[in-house]
């Protein structure tokens, strides 16, 4: 029989240390008859490695030797740090930001950037592929040695030089560059661009040109895009006869081909669904020739995915049944595809997908906690429920639903549980499915989670992440209120103990839901924004301006800025509020926090502070990870929930 206990309060198996060992996984990639991706690893303080499996003997591999990492910072946010071509491995290396050759299992890296004269103003290198021709590595390239604001370009960088050149530039003028990609004989060369005030999910332009014998380019040619239209993850057909690549010209992130030789357009699978994502992390990928006359491709609807084979004659989408719910990383090879995916019940994995018989094989998982059954993880996992709830303006809002559970306790008759609000980072992202131990940690313990996709995320359309438009602090928190209420209306959750949570764009979410409205009992900001004015004034270059669009221009609405900054409005706030933030933190710098704990402070209202030393924007550390979690938890239960723990 299961314990009868207060929502909240409930033991689980599922502690901060567990989560805490989860690992992350990215970027797949075939090789041959091998399979790499990325692993983040934060038992090793967030070391990024590349990893190989061989497909025939199931055999994993470490290529990145200690103590190299391989994580950029190009746009602050990183993404396709490395890449693999015959066996060598060419990565970007996190310390020094140069960019390294790894000859097929040599333990020693060779450098083929120079190192820079000052620590802190670093060439810094991504995207790249590997021209065989011209011996050189093709990609982005930011450059943070002067002064000012760093200079974006897409670069070349000789195989041969051995650190002695940080490349030539191939293209520049543009604020930002994105996706370099060859064809196939390497005559041409497609690539994305978009400029202040614009992020790329507003609009980019696809650039097309021809390479002289020099490997210049000769006459760029625009094939698609524009300030109004976002484009994503250009690819050439293995003929090179043919360009793929995204476009919400429709008003959905569809998949679309340009003909070479007509110079032509044509779509490919029309539909209210997205085939692509908020280019946040440079080298995303959501598609894959799998042959001349395949694709496939993942896409999101209602907040969950599908993964589908795209047969080009016919343009017919031939969904994949597997028992997952989120892709990303999308490669393909022949009959065989690879790729993360994950599901509430699945940790996020990286799978190989046969494309004729359906059958799918997990090569690694970002934790095996749900194999040991000694631990029971498995019996504990709370299931998602997609919901969807009004909001204002006669609106609908969308979110993810984890009612609480545990096969060990049942609550109190008289009370309903707790409900957390979480609300995800961006703000032009999107909630996950995929199995997030975090979440479970909640759950587990007794506590809803409601995980919303406000106005503004992805996977909606075009028009509901321009609902966010010059509104954000209001969209965004509306929702998160109305989908609270909405669970309160269904009998879920205490409408007397909700809290809410969120990191980076989510922890302004969170501050301003605590500051602005009398709903939440108190809350958690993770390197959340403050002053969205100081933001606009000191924010990385690649958020800039981004602000312009959520807010309005700067500083003409320098008014507008301080009426939706939370650290102005401190007289309104009197619930509890945890804060966590990186030392090092330069998109949101520790200052957003700092301002406003010494205003809570003075106030005499309860509040905590954590500040960690060594980490930036998001926390890789395993003692940081477990360390805050558990302070999250123990705050609530004294400070809103009024509970006793039992850890």
């Known amino acids: 029989m299961p314990n009868t206990a207060a929502y909240g309060s409930w033991k689980s198996p599922i502690t901060s240390n567990l989560v805490a060992q989860s690992i992350t996984l990215s970027e797949a990639r075939f090789e041959g008859e091998n399979v790499y991706w990325l692993e983040g690893r934060p038992q090793e303080l967030g070391r990024l490695v590349v990893v190989r499996a061989n497909t025939l003997d199931g055999h994993i591999t470490d290529v990145t030797p200690k103590p190299y990492n391989a994580r950029t910072r190009v746009h602050e946010y990183g993404g396709a740090s490395w890449t693999v071509v015959d066996g060598d491995v060419y990565f970007s290396n996190f310390a020094d930001g140069r960019l390294y050759r790894q000859i097929n299992n040599s333990s020693d890296p060779i450098p083929l950037t120079p190192a820079p004269a000052v620590a802190e ?56 560059f994105a996706s370099p990609r060859l064809s ?174 359906g059958e ?57 549980p707790p409900l957390l609000v979480k609300c995800h980072g961006g703000p032009t992202a999107s909630a996950s499915s995929v199995l997030d131990l975090t979440t479970q940690f909640w759950t587990s313990r007794g506590i809803a989670v409601l995980d919303v996709n406000y106005g503004g995320s992805s996977g909606f359309g075009r028009a509901y992440r321009n609902r966010l438009h010059l509104n954000w602090g209001i969209v965004d928190v509306d929702d998160c209120i109305n989908g609270a209420k909405f669970l309160v209306a269904e009998g879920l959750v205490d409408h007397n103990r909700i809290v809410i949570r969120g990191g980076s764009a989510g922890g302004y979410t969170t501050l301003v839901a605590l500051v602005f409205r009398n709903f939440f009992q108190g809350g958690a900001s993770y390197y959340g924004v403050s002053d969205v004015a100081a933001l606009a004034r000191e924010t990385h270059k690649f958020e800039s301006h981004y602000l312009e669009w959520l807010i309005g221009p700067y500083p003409q609405a320098q008014e507008r800025y301080r009426e939706r900054s939370p650290l102005y409005h401190v007289d309104q706030l009197s619930r509890p509020v945890i804060f966590f933030q990186g030392a090092e933190d330069a998109i949101v710098p520790p200052n957003q926090a700092e301002a406003l704990v010494e205003a809570l402070r003075c106030k005499g209202k309860p509040v905590g502070y954590f500040l960690f030393s060594g980490e930036q924007h998001g926390f890789r550390k395993a003692a940081n990870i477990q360390r805050s979690l558990d302070a999250e938890l123990q705050f609530y239960a004294i400070e809103v929930f009024k509970i006793g723990l039992t850890f």
């Open 121 to 176: 103003r670093q060439w810094r290198f991504a995207d790249g592929v590997i021209d065989r021709s011209r011996q050189r590595w093709t990609g982005v390239r930011e450059d943070h040695t002067g002064d000012g604001e760093p200079i974006n370009s897409i670069v070349a960088v000789d195989l041969h030089e051995s650190g002695r050149d940080a490349g030539r530039v191939l293209v520049g003028g543009h604020d930002f």
């Open 184 to 357: 196939p004989d390497g005559r041409w060369l497609v690539w994305l661009t978009w400029d202040h005030p614009n992020m790329p999910w507003n609009g980019a332009t696809l650039w097309l040109s021809e390479l002289d014998g020099a490997g210049t380019i000769t006459e760029p040619l625009i094939i698609a895009g524009s300030a109004s239209e976002s484009v994503f993850q250009p690819e050439w057909s293995p003929d090179g006869r043919a360009v793929f690549f995204v476009s919400d010209r429709s008003g959905w992130w569809n998949l679309y081909r340009f003909d070479l030789a007509s110079r032509t357009t044509e779509p490919l699978a029309l539909m209210a669904a997205e085939f692509g994502v908020p280019l946040w992390k440079l080298g995303a990928t959501t598609y894959a020739c799998a042959g001349a006359e395949r694709i496939v491709c993942a896409y999101s609807s209602s907040g969950l995915g599908q993964v589908a084979v795209l047969e080009l004659k016919g343009k017919v989408l031939r969904p994949v049944e597997t028992p997952f719910t989120d892709f990303s990383s999308i490669r393909a090879n022949g009959d065989r595809a690879v790729f993360r995916a994950g599901a509430s019940n699945h940790p996020a994995s990286i799978v190989i997908l046969d494309l004729m018989s």
């Open 360 to 416: 799918h094989q997990v090569l690694k998982k970002e934790t095996d906690l749900l194999d040991q059954p000694g631990l029971r993880i498995t019996d504990h996992l709370s299931t998602v429920r997609p919901v969807e709830f009004p909001t204002t303006d006669g609106n609908a809002a969308y979110g993810l639903f984890y009612p609480p559970h545990n096969p060990d306790y049942v609550g109190l008759t008289d009370e309903l």
